[in-house]
């Protein structure tokens, strides 16, 4: 992260806007095709995800999708969850743990805007 520190809210915006939850019924995306096959190591990190949270959501059930590019409002997002069960990831994030651990969060916990600024991401080790 370049050594600089993000003051909560500059965080809390590049969460928002870093996955793409706050509208993606807004936002645009870019040849967005099935990913397949699905990296064997999304199984493993969904895993972890639902320890990390206490709770379980089945992995089966996650469509999952690659596009070139992903906006909101204008900024590259590297993923984003629509519900309640299609997760697109940007092709060069797909294989960014932290990026899809972030988007399994969303998908894991039913929710998008309300759990950014809850601590959930730093402490399940999804980050920006």
Partial sequence: MNGRVRSAPALAVG???GCGIIGPERAEVDNRRPLDPVPAVYLEWHAEVEDCLGRTRAFGDIRWFIADALHFRGVPAGGIWSPPDRITMRVDRVSYEWA???EIIHY???E???IHGTGVFLRCGAYL
């Fill in 15 to 17: 969460l928002l806007v």
């Fill in 100 to 102: 899809v651990k972030h």
């Fill in 108 to 110: 894991v916990e039913g």
């Fill in 112 to 114: 998008g805007n309300s």
